[in-house]
């Protein structure tokens, strides 16, 4: 498949995680199929804690963005 937005590049895939991710490598853009996006999601809430009595809440919200950043970066690291 072609990239939508160059005129002679095509579409890579990778997997990451078990996600398939379709990506250019001359513009850096991302594509994903129907129910990607929804792995990911699932994924990353799956990754968050639920239940930490021990920490206050502003150590809960930076966990939680240094873990969804891993997994994003993880996943979109090309």
């Known amino acids: 498949m072609e990239c939508p937005f160059c005129d002679d590049a095509r579409l890579l895939k990778a997997d990451r995680n078990g996600i398939a991710i379709d990506y250019c490598p001359q513009c850096r853009g991302i594509w994903l199929d129907r129910g990607e996006l929804d792995k990911i999601v699932e994924r990353s809430r799956q990754e ?27 996943l979109f690291d090309f």
């Not at 021990?54 to 994003?72: A, F, G, M, P, V």
């Open 48 to 74: 968050t804690p639920t239940n930490e009595t021990t920490t206050t809440s502003r150590e809960q919200t930076e966990e939680t963005k240094k873990r969804k950043r891993n997994l994003i970066t993880e």
